[in-house]
Structures are given as structure tokens and as C-alpha cells.
């Protein structure tokens, strides 16, 4: 596509866009690479590896699924040659990590006395252990299946490890039939550590395929395993029902959950020592091409190598423990949250630089005061196990009106979700799945309360989930309030999300998809309007994902107009920035550090004045689906104090990043900023260690 001049204003070009599934593969070669610095240390590095690989298997589950969709709809602009080139990108991708691994990581680990032994490396006593170990363990749960018209290939699920082996000879009923299938038990673990009597001095590691491979022959009593290879089928596993023709979602949902499993295969991985023709037997039997065949030196999974990490004991190679810090100056603990929210002001919490026990505390308080008569709450993703979930329950069972929202179709999390949904249920909370048609991935939680003769609101608000799991390793945003309007507006949209029915515009937050797409467009011009004025004119995003295409021609009009622009964009990006006279006013930046970047901040300047800014924190990303098929919220901060520690924190030590930035090239590929330098995530963690200290 050739760069195209816009009608409405005619000094603005808007290129053609970086592709959206190579944005998400060069997300991950930039995860990757943290498995290469030396300044990481060595369990961590293997870790980045295996969240390459568990994102990867996202990406053929979902999006490259999707992809391949597209490609057959006669509708679409995706055609054949766009999936070729991702899929080369991948195989690219995955080849470079399993190098990576294979070449620079396992042998770091055996300096370290940390090995994985194949049977050709283990000696007797360790050959004798394992045999005892595959005798006791694993023999009584395999069942190897031999191919014939009266067993066929059987269902394979997504994701689950075989083996597939070509046998000699005959069968015992005296027939030629060749190909036989072993499933590799789930319920086993992948890696297994050999006992110190057997070690000599190592932690030495044995994976359960390893195992398996050394007794293969074992289960074909009187025929040869002439060859055979692991293989792992990856599908199409984005959950989807007709929410039109449905009477109770949470139904439809658990029963698409039994058969996720096996949607359209996307991905066949066997190792590379896989026979030709046992490979092309397997295409054929998942009717898959040959380009979707991943031959990998190594592991098929590597996800699973996470149990060696985590039996390891080596403290040195891991990252030094992060303790999160209380805020105590601003929630003194023992004291309560309420009364410090109505008589100070707003709370800002910056995850997980600072501990989110005070979301659980504030949380409890309601639970635990008499005066607190009401709770309501989103949920998106929680987890199994949940101590915000099971106060929702004891609140219930106090007598406390409850409302969750809870999202069933969060993708993965929905089997956990249902459970929630049902548990809440079952103590009488009112439990609502958002609107047909859109996922609720609002962050909100609104606390309503009797003080005297009257009814008294506290919210809190996120830019993430209300999981205090991931929240120590997410960089998150959250907000506590007891404004009344802000609080006023959160409840009008719980109201909305029960009783579907139209709320006055709010008078604080954005909310898609109603307005926030339209007042970010707004915002986007007036920082434009700025810019051809000659006024102050500066734009900062920092977001996960930056996909739709109006709000990147609002960005690339406002910097070709002379805006300075700055954007900080964790994974996706399909605006091309640094071409010249079209988007050299532009730098977008990744950061990939120890934790996940997921806030969302968003500052428009657009004078001189302070009146003439405005800064946004969100729960939303700047993609279509956010937009237009989600629900989502976006919220100012007014507070001169508070906005000023969100730029301090959360945008000005990412703008300077030298260790863990990355700048966007115009052909969509990143480059690393420096090997040294200040580290925004390194600063934060001892300004709040300080704080705690």
C-alpha cells in the first residue's frame, strides 16, 4: 500500500501499517533476548525462555487462528501470502530460541553443576534409578495404541505430549501394522530430579520424555521401535458461542470447555530427528501443511522446563526476592482505609513496587465494618485460588448486598471464572456476565457505605487484574477514591452492566464503548490544533498494545503537525514510526524487564497552562477491540500531587530507560537502546525499598 494523503488535512500522510501478528512475533524476539543478557541471571534467563514458548502457544491458539480464518474468508484483506510470512517469522523465531538454549543456556547451567541427562549421559546407577522410577511411576499409566481400522488415530488434544513410533515385524495377531501412539501423561511431572545418592554432586535432571524414550521399546513386547519422535499439536483454541442464541452463557461456556480442547489443529512440533515420514503422517492426520510443521532441537514444550527452575536450589542464579512495599505514610496500617480516603484524599498504588495488600485490606474492611451495606465488583482475572474472591463470599454470607460482574469469556480464565460465579451465587451474591457482545474488562470495585444519616462511596479502580499473584510481578496502576462524582460514576456503570439500561454520560469517566474512543480522538486533536498553532503540543502513551487504526492516524497527524510524541508500547505496535516527513516526530519504545508492563497512562499536553493537559489512567489498550467490544474505563487525575507521581514514576524513568528499552524501527523491527544506563524498573524497586526501609 502506498502512503495516502488525507483529504481533511492535507499536510497529514498516513503510511501503510506494521503488521499486526509480526508485531506480536517481534514482541517476543524481544522477551528472547533476555534470555541472552549476561546481566540476568541464569534461572531467569531460562525463565524468559519459557514464556517465549508459552506466549508462542498463545499465538497459534488464538491469533494466528485466527489469521487463518481471515485467509479463507473471501471478505478479508488477508490472504495466503500474509500467513506465509508470519509463519516464516516464526519458525525464525523459534529456531532462534531453541539456539539460544541449546547453545548458550545449558551449558551456563552445567558450570553451575545444573544439568539435564539424557540416557546416553547417565551412568549404571543412574540408568538403574530411572528404570525403577519408569517402573513404579509412569509404565502403569501409558497405554500405547497400534494403528488399524479398529484403533484409530486417536483424539489428540491441544497442546498434550505423544510419541509416535514406527514398530517392526508383526503384530501378535500377525498383521503389518506399522505406527503406533503413546500419550505422555499430564498428571506426571515433566522434570524430575534425580536423588543426591545418584547425582555425583550435580542437581541433575532427568525430563519425563527422557524416561519414557529409554523404556519406548518396553511397551511393544517382541517388536523393535525402529523410529519415533514426541510430537505436540497446537489448535485453535479461542473459545466461541453464539451469545445470540443462547439462553445462560455460564451453561454454553462450560459446555464449549470440553471441546476447546480439540478445535482445528494450527501447529504440529515434533523434534528434528523426526523421520520424514512420520512427520507426513502426522500433517496428514491434522490435515495441516508442511510449513506448519516446527521441527525444534530440543524439548518439545519447553514451558514445562519452569519445574527445573523451580526445583533448582541456586538463590544466586535468580532474581534478588523484591518484597513489595506498604504504602505507610499514605495507608498507615491498623488505621482504616475509609476514614483516610474521606478526610485526605485519593490514593494512588503503584504495583508491585508497593504491595497490593491494601486492595485485599480495603477490601476486608468492607467485608468486616457493619456500616458497609453494599460491594460490587468486576471480575476478569482472578485465579483459582483467591483471597478478594473468598472475602466477596464471606461479605455474602454476612448479609452484604454483592454484585460481581463476572466476565466469563476471559480468555483461558474461564473455567476459573464459572467456578467463582457459582460459588458466589451459592451465598446469594447477585452475579451478572456483563452484555452480550462484549467483555467486561473494567477494573472496578465499589465500596457503598452508611455514615450517619447518610450513604457514603469508596471505589478503587485499576489498570489490572484483581489477582495478587500476578499483581507482584505486573506494573499496575491502582486508584482509591472516595470522590463522589468518580464514585458516582463507577456505580452508574454497575447499574448499566445489571439492568442494560442507558446512564447519563458520566461526568468523570470515560467508558467504552461510548466515548472514550471519541474523547481519545478528541484529546489527539486538540494536542494536533496545538502543534499548527506553534503552542506547547506533547503526547505520552505508555500502553500494551497500539493496533487501532483511527487513533494511530490521530497520532501520526498530531506529530507530522510537530507534537513531540512519545510512545511506550509493551508488545503490538502497527504504527511505523521514523519515517521521514511522515512519522520522524514519533518514537515508540518497548521495555522488557523483570515484570510485565501493563500500565496504562495517557498524557496530552496541548498549551501552556496546566489547564491545558489532561492525564488518563486505564484499563484499556489502544486496540479496536478495546474500543468498541469491550467495556472498559478510563479515568483523569486531577489531583496536581498525584499526576505529578504518575509522570515521576510511571512515564519520565521509561523515557530514559537505558537497560531495558527497546526503540521502534519504521520496518517493524526493535533495536536495543544501550546495554547500560538507568533502569526504570531497577530505580523504582529501591526508591520503594527505600520508602520501606
Known sequence: MNPAVDKATPTSIIPALLNREKAILEFNRRVLAQAQ?????????????????????????????????????????????????????????????????????????????????????RNEAQRAWVARFFE????????????????????????????????????????????????????????????DSVAQGQQAFVLLTSVIRAHLEELFGGRKVEAFSQFRVTRDSDLEVDEEEIANLRNALRSGLTTRHFGRAVRLEVVNTCPAELSQFLLEQFDLPEAALYRVNGPVNLVRLN?????????????????????????????????????????????????????????????????????????????????????????????????????????????????????????????????????????????????????????????????????RFYTDLGYLSADPELCSDVDSVFRQLASLGKIKTPRRLLLAPFNMHSRMLELLGQVEAAARAGKPARLVVKINALTDAELIEGILKAGQAGAKVDLIVRGACMLPPGLPGISDNIVVRSIVGRFLEHTRV?????????????????????????????????????????RQRIIDEALVPYLHDGLDAWQLGPDGHSTRISTQGPCAQHALMRLFRAQRD
Open 37 to 121: 543478557r549476561l546481566d540476568v541471571p541464569l534461572l531467569e534467563r531460562l525463565r524468559y525462555i519459557c514464556i517465549v514458548s508459552s506466549n508462542l502457544d498463545e499465538f497459534f491458539e488464538v491469533r494466528f487462528a485466527d489469521m487463518l480464518d481471515a485467509a479463507r474468508d473471501p471478505q478479508s484483506q488477508v490472504d495466503n501470502r500474509d500467513v506465509e510470512r508470519v509463519a516464516r517469522a516464526a519458525h525464525t523465531l523459534i529456531d532462534e530460541q531453541y539456539g539460544i538454549f541449546n547453545e548458550q543456556l545449558m551449558p551456563l547451567l552445567r558450570r553451575q553443576d545444573i544439568t539435564i541427562l539424557n540416557h546416553a549421559d
Open 136 to 195: 513404579r511411576e509412569v509404565r502403569p499409566l501409558l497405554m500405547p495404541v497400534g494403528l488399524d481400522p479398529a484403533h484409530p488415530f486417536p483424539q489428540v488434544a491441544n497442546k498434550s505430549l505423544h510419541f509416535i513410533a514406527r514398530l517392526s515385524g508383526k503384530d501378535a495377531f500377525g498383521r503389518d501394522n506399522r505406527i503406533a501412539i503413546v500419550k505422555v501423561p499430564r498428571v506426571l511431572p515433566r522434570v524430575i530430579r534425580l536423588p
Open 307 to 471: 519445574e527445573l527452575i523451580d526445583q533448582t536450589e541456586a538463590p544466586e542464579l535468580r532474581f534478588e526476592p523484591h518484597e513489595p512495599a506498604w504504602p505507610q505514610g499514605r495507608l498507615p496500617r491498623q488505621k482504616s482505609i475509609f476514614e483516610r480516603l474521606a478526610r485526605k484524599g485519593d490514593v494512588l498504588l503503584h504495583h508491585p513496587f508497593e504491595s497490593f495488600d491494601p486492595v485485599v485490606e480495603f477490601l476486608r474492611e468492607a467485608v468486616e465494618d457493619p456500616d458497609v451495606l453494599a460491594i460490587k465488583q468486576t471480575i476478569y482475572r482472578t485465579g483459582a485460588k483467591s483471597a478478594l474472591m473468598d472475602l466477596l463470599i464471606e461479605a455474602a454470607r454476612r448479609g452484604k448486598e454483592v454484585m460481581a460482574v463476572v466476565e466469563l469469556k476471559a480468555r483461558f480464565d474461564e473455567e476459573a471464572n464459572i467456578n467463582w460465579a457459582e460459588r458466589l451465587e451459592a451465598v446469594g451474591a447477585q452475579v451478572v456476565y456483563g452484555i452480550v457482545g462484549f467483555k467486561t474488562h473494567a477494573k472496578l470495585l465499589l465500596v457503598t457505605r452508611r455514615e450517619g444519616a447518610k450513604f457514603r462511596r469508596y471505589a478503587h479502580l485499576s489498570t489490572g487484574n484483581y489477582n495478587p499473584r500476578t499483581a
Open 602 to 642: 495517557c498524557y496530552f499536553q496541548w498549551g501552556e497552562g496546566e489547564e491545558d493537559t489532561a492525564l488518563y489512567l486505564s484499563s484499556a489498550d489502544w486496540m479496536s477491540r478495546n474500543m468498541f467490544r469491550r467495556i472498559e474505563v478510563a479515568w483523569p487525575v486531577n489531583d496536581a500531587r498525584l
